[in-house]
């Protein structure tokens, strides 16, 4: 079965290293391109399951109700309410919890395949998410590696 990439979606490119997401410089979050036939810069796109790994970087990096003065109350993640927290078993596990809950909403996501928590080596503050997830219409699942930090003024 071949990916629609119609069904998974297009959007802007609005994170310059999805792999590296903490990094949000202001007045540098869209890309331009070249247009191959006419020579012309316009906004870059993403499609397909990268698509999809920008919309679920972009949940969760969004407080959940953030957006229901424009019509979206549940999108978004409560990942955000345990920054300053201790980086400890329960905390983790509610990461992973906050985590779920956001990839639940995602319609795109058939279903997660695996989902853990682990430990960070470069920063005792930090947890990297694991996510596999089965991508509605495509054979390939998604894997995403999502970075957590508890402690608020850590950097990636």
Do not use: C, W
Request: aromatic fraction near 4%.
């Amino acid at each position: 079965m071949s990916i629609d990439h119609e069904r998974l979606g297009k959007d802007l490119i609005l994170l310059r290293n999805r792999r590296e997401q903490a990094q949000r410089d202001r007045g540098q979050d869209l890309q331009t391109e070249t247009r191959d036939i006419t020579g012309a810069r316009d906004l870059a796109t993403v499609t397909g399951a990268e698509n999809i790994a920008q919309a679920l970087l972009l949940r969760f990096l969004t407080a959940e109700g953030e957006l229901a003065p424009l019509g979206h109350p549940h999108y978004g993640s409560r990942l955000h309410e345990l920054i300053g927290e201790p980086n400890t078993e329960a905390n983790r596990s509610l990461a992973k919890l906050f985590a779920l809950r956001a990839v639940q909403r995602e319609p795109r996501v058939d279903k997660v395949l695996s989902a853990s928590v682990r430990q960070r080596t470069d920063d005792r503050g930090g947890v990297d998410i694991d996510l596999k997830l089965k991508i509605v219409e495509a054979d390939t699942p998604l894997n995403l590696v999502v970075p957590f930090f508890f402690n608020a003024g850590a950097t990636p």
